[in-house]
């Protein structure tokens, strides 16, 4: 038996390739194929865009597959969710889709668009948006380059997905505000997570993910203390949970080991010297399992 999984092509698909490798996973990716080979006979991917993937896991045709959580409202699939991935192109946070104008324009809330032109991929969660706030705008379907219709004057605002702002800020767009959240999911066939042995399998895959991306922005640090230092090294060490603590062959010594935020450990290694810390080693993690 094999789990038809479904992989998303475009703006996740390097990164969803990297989380899956750091999960244990090797995926290989022809330029020119939709078959990509991984190491792992019980998986059969298939490489599809993010904004297909619930149309197709509902039909049955994937049992499961990598999207957006705004795709599947947008598309209005009835689809099971199996867990949350919080990662993308540019970082770990939630993508926002975002209504902008140009930087220049008389537009300053969304209401200011009353009988305007809006362009997005985003057509119906749009127009939801806008039926809420009892505005009457006319919103066209983009096939892409959405941000240059708006500064070329074919339309007055994009509704576009954006993680940092800095595209939009590029083109010289400002944003009025935020339409919606959203965060990658794994998505499955219903009756495909009706099914034991599939259901497990995303289970389990679903596990190492979020491991591989919870471990994403942290590393191991591992040190050793005299024990009279013990208490004032700890005392500096931020950590997930308390350190775990065991004693070395040398009386009077003990080791330590944590895991720590990336970003913090250039201020606290030069603490924990302070403090009696001695033979410290960073390390990189490929998985962090709660």
Excluded: H
Excluded at 28 to 38: C, G, T
Excluded at 208 to 222: P, Q, Y
Excluded at 269 to 275: A, G, R
Aim: net charge positive; with cysteine; proline share 3%.
């Amino acid at each position: 038996m094999k789990l038809k999984f479904g992989l998303p092509k475009g703006s996740l698909q390097e990164a969803t390739v990297r989380m899956f490798k750091k999960a244990g996973f090797n995926i290989s990716i022809s330029l020119r194929s939709y078959f990509p080979a991984i190491d792992d006979e019980e998986i059969a991917p298939f490489l599809l865009r993010a904004q297909e993937m619930a149309r197709y896991v509902a039909d049955g045709a994937l049992d499961c597959g990598i999207t957006g959580e705004d795709w599947t409202i947008e598309n209005g699939r009835s689809v099971t969710k199996v867990c949350e991935l919080i990662y993308g192109k540019q970082g770990l946070r939630p993508v926002r889709w975002v209504l902008a104008v140009p930087n220049d324009s008389k537009i300053k809330k969304p209401e200011d668009l009353n009988g305007k032109r809006i362009a997005t991929e985003l057509v119906n969660a749009t127009r939801e948006y806008f039926k809420k706030k009892k505005v009457n705008v006319d919103i066209e379907f983009s096939w892409g380059a959405t941000e240059a219709k708006v500064g070329a004057g074919l339309v007055d605002a994009i509704v576009e997905l954006t993680e940092t702002g800095s595209s939009l800020r590029a083109n010289n767009l400002r944003i009025v505000d935020t339409i919606c959240e959203s965060t990658t999911i794994i998505v499955a066939n219903k009756d495909s997570w009706k099914n034991k042995w599939k259901r497990q399998k995303m289970e389990s895959i679903a596990l190492l993910l979020k491991g591989a991306i919870a471990a994403e922005e942290k590393v191991g640090l591992k040190m050793n203390v005299q024990k009279k230092n013990l208490k004032k090294v700890i005392t500096a060490l931020p950590a997930m949970k308390k350190p775990t603590v065991s004693s070395l062959s040398q009386k009077g010594w003990c080791a330590i080991e944590t895991i720590v935020d990336e970003k913090v450990v250039r201020n606290i290694i030069p603490k924990l010297k302070e403090q009696g810390a001695q033979g410290i080693i960073e390390y990189p993690l490929n998985k962090v399992i709660q």
